[in-house]
């Protein structure tokens, strides 16, 4: 059923009409109705009808790195110990997936990829999700890949995932980070 065809619907068949398509959109989207208010007593929809507000996020240890219409889904290394171990020992990162490394703080930064099999690529961020640098990183070198600028994030993908996509220096991502443990 369109949205248009409530309104040519007699007031008690709006109403429930409009409430199933509200249950089916908090059910579909992954949502909870708030801010739900009555329908009035003539069967006529208040301006104040529900609602629904998205509450859906990422899982536990995991965030959304949101660059337009491009999305990674991100393991999230944000301890002394996950940092370290990263992607070390994969067979594969899957495309559109990746890990971002989470800092204390902002200042110069370096990885390296010892024990890391997949050619990876970096891109540092400044406080703001601001890409301050982005390198290509072949597998299992020792060397370090400094970052150009101080950063507190480093966002690792598949090699050549931000070219494929357009995403460079200077481009700012939105991150949505899962549910704290």
Known sequence: M???????????QRTRAAVG?????????????VGAESV?????????????????????GYAWVIFGADTVVAEVASTPEERADGLMYRDEV?????????????K???????????ALDIA?????????DIIAMEPLITDSYPS???AMFGLEVRQGWFAEHDIEIGAAAQIVFGVQG
Do not use: E
């Open 2 to 12: 369109a949205v248009s065809d409530l309104f040519h619907k007699p007031g008690w």
């Open 21 to 33: 398509l509200v249950a089916l959109a908090v059910g579909v989207l992954g949502c909870d109705a």
């Open 40 to 60: 009035g007593t003539s069967g006529d929809l208040d301006a104040q009808a529900p609602r629904a507000v998205a509450t859906t996020l990422p899982p536990a």
């Open 94 to 106: 899957t495309d559109g997936t990746g890990m971002i490394f989470v800092f204390p703080d902002s």
């Open 108 to 118: 110069p930064r370096s990885f390296w990829m010892a024990n890391t099999y997949v």
């Open 124 to 132: 540092y961020m400044d406080p703001s999700y601001r890409i301050v």
């Open 148 to 150: 150009n600028a101080p």
